[in-house]
């Protein structure tokens, strides 16, 4: 009699005959793994900071994507990437010579990970070499040049993608799956607030040439985007008040702590917080009339936590950037849709609410919104 056990040693075996990529996906049986045979997305990272060192080892564990390709002003970096990772020297580029991507069969995508105000120029340059592009959160740092970069891609007829690696999350998917079945009854409140204390003030985090701004760029973005994934909805209005108690860290134009409201077409308020000034500030809390949902830590790379007033959430923990990966190998090479989008009409949504919390912090006023 044939056994699972059996069955399992023999598919071993065989994969080990056939040489088959260590690729395996589990099939809809339980514990029975086969071999992956589908497309895989080729994709070549530009900027090996420390997140595009941590996407690159998530993607070890990828099942539809690999890093075939580095984009590096470092040459030593290349080299050390080139062993680590395998990856050919005809695949490497730096920034002067990587519009040549256009002659490279072997990349389908670039994943731009460089300080926020580089993706702009660097996504266009992608898009021209006919490559879809992955841009790092924030997009761009303003809605203007968020929307060149969409018409750019469309126009080369490239997707561009945003790495929204909570969209993919499994506790936060099913706060999502529960609000929309009604579970949560009408949500009428949500509170992000997102955090931490920045170090080296030399660095390009503060720099508002190359960030664009301060903690709103790049952590209170995770309470915009929040916000709206919560909801489901796209707020109406914004109201923002800046607090700035170290000017000679936080120089003009980079946001040190912001306080911002936004009103909802089906009548929700949100409540947010962005800093660089406060540790412990990953929560996001979602209350509809008839439960509530809350996520501590909400956008950290986890173990994300959380219960809803029916118990706590149990879904397994996952590395976010494996399963980004393997989700946005999905959507380009097969049309899938993403239960949250990922796409730069979706960033520029974010950039857009961006640039009216700046206006309300500006003005005193509440910003109007249409997005
Ligand atoms: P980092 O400083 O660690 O890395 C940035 C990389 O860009 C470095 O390798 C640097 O050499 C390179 N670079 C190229 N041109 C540069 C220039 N002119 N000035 C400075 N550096 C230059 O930063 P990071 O933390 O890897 O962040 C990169 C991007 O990734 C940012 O847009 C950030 O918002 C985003 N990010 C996203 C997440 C996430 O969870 N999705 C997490 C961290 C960072």
């Not at 740092?141 to 968020?146: E, P, T, V, Y």
């Not at 923002?240 to 936004?262: L, W």
């Not at 849709?337 to 990922?342: A, G, M």
């Amino acid at each position: 009699m044939h056994t699972r056990r059996d069955f399992i040693q023999k598919l071993t075996g065989s994969l080990i005959a056939l040489q088959i990529s260590p690729a395996l996906v589990t099939a809809g049986c339980n514990n029975i793994i086969v071999p992956y045979d589908g497309p895989l997305l080729r994709v070549a990272i530009m900027g090996l900071g420390s997140y595009g060192t941590r996407v690159a080892e998530a993607m070890k564990d990828c099942k539809k994507a690999k890093l075939v390709g580095v984009i590096s002003g470092t040459p030593s970096k290349i080299k050390d990437w080139q062993a680590k990772y395998n990856i050919p020297e005809k695949n490497c580029y730096n920034y002067e010579n990587f519009d040549q991507l256009k002659n490279n069969p072997d990349i389908d995508v670039v994943y731009v990970i460089t300080p926020n105000a580089l993706h702009k120029d660097q996504v266009i340059r992608v898009a021209k070499a006919g490559k879809h592009v992955i841009s790092e959160k924030p997009m761009s740092i303003n809605a203007k040049d968020g929307q060149e970069m969409i018409d750019a891609c469309k126009k080369a007829h490239v997707k561009l993608l945003v790495g929204y690696r909570m969209h993919f999350e499994p506790k936060t998917l099913e706060i999502i799956r529960m609000r929309k079945a009604g579970e949560l009854g009408k949500v009428l409140f949500f509170q992000g607030l997102c955090g931490f204390t920045i170090g080296d003030p030399t660095q390009w985090r503060l720099n508002k040439q190359l960030s664009g701004g301060g903690s709103m760029m790049d952590i209170g973005i995770y309470a915009i985007n929040g916000a709206r994934y919560m909801i489901g909805e796209d707020p109406i209005w914004v109201t923002a008040q800046e607090t700035k108690n170290n000017p000679e860290k936080f120089k003009e134009g980079v946001d040190e702590t912001i306080q911002f409201q936004f009103g909802f077409p089906g009548g929700a308020v949100a409540s947010c917080l962005s800093t660089y000034s406060m540790n412990n500030l990953d929560r996001f809390f979602l209350n509809g009339e008839k439960g509530y949902a809350e996520l501590y830590p909400s956008t950290g790379y986890g173990p994300i936590q959380g219960r809803t007033s029916k118990g706590e959430l149990t879904q397994p923990h996952v590395t976010h950037q494996t399963v980004q990966m393997d989700e946005m190998a999905g959507i380009i090479l097969e049309g899938k849709q993403p239960v949250v989008p990922v796409d730069g009409e979706e960033a520029l949504k974010d950039l857009k609410i961006i640039d009216a919390i700046y206006e309300a912090v500006k003005t005193g006023k509440k910003v109007d919104l249409k997005l």
